[in-house]
Antibody, heavy 119, light 107 residues
């Protein structure tokens, strides 16, 4: 059974940092692109970042470039999102998702982890 | 950035009726469009990929069509569990983008 489990969310002050983790099981992580998507009531779903199977290519939405870093550890079945210089507008539920084709078609999602940026 | 406009924002229908949801794209994306269903408190669920292919386990009452800039998701006969929010998403170019969603509510 394919499972993705996010962790690491929480309350952080503006300018602070968090590291989100996504632990996967039930499939071979190195076979898939992986992605982080976030959701807010105001903006809906927003793609944040994607990483290629071997980590050789990474893409980010403009609003997080230079602040967020996506990475993966295939042998340990994990994907990460490092969030630095956090802003209130980064407040959202962050989902980890598997892409069964390059750049899109997210067929499995985690349950999400809430990040709240507030003083 | 490719912009996706979904319409209507809210669709009010009864079980058994046919639902047609629209997704218009700001530039041609060939068939690189997916549809997702999301229920309250749940993650999105992939329904349709590459415009017209049903994902594994998706009932046959869901179908997708279109290409280029105009796409539709059709639910042939609504079941009670189909009332949810539906999103389209393009994968033609970075950044990947989602539409704003259509909320399907029970009339």
């Amino acid at each position: 059974e394919v499972q993705l489990v996010e962790s690491g969310g929480g309350l952080v002050q503006p300018g602070g940092s968090l590291r989100l983790s996504c632990a996967v099981s039930g499939f071979t992580l190195s076979d898939y692109w992986m992605t982080w998507v976030r959701q807010t009531p105001r903006k809906g779903l927003e793609w944040v970042a994607s990483v290629k199977q071997d980590g050789s290519a990474k893409y980010y939405v403009d609003s997080v470039k230079g602040r967020f870093t996506i990475s993966r550890d295939n042998p340990n079945n994990s994907v990460y999102l490092q969030l630095n210089s956090l802003k209130p507008e980064d407040t959202a539920v962050y989902y980890c998702a598997r892409a069964f084709t390059a750049a899109g078609n997210f067929d499995f999602w985690g349950q999400g982890t809430l990040v709240t940026v507030s003083s | 950035e490719i912009v996706l406009a979904q319409s209507p924002a809210t669709l009010s229908l009864s079980p058994g009726e046919r639902a047609t949801l629209s997704c218009r794209v700001s530039q041609s994306i060939s068939n690189y469009l997916a549809w997702y269903q999301q229920k309250p408190g749940q993650a999105p669920r992939l329904l349709i990929y590459d415009a017209s292919n049903r994902a594994t386990g998706v009932p046959a009452r869901f179908s997708g069509g279109g290409s280029g800039t105009d796409f539709t998701l059709t639910i042939s006969s609504l079941e009670p569990e189909d009332f949810a929010v539906y999103y389209c998403q393009q994968r033609s170019s970075w950044p990947l983008t989602f539409g704003g969603g259509t909320e399907l509510v029970i009339k």
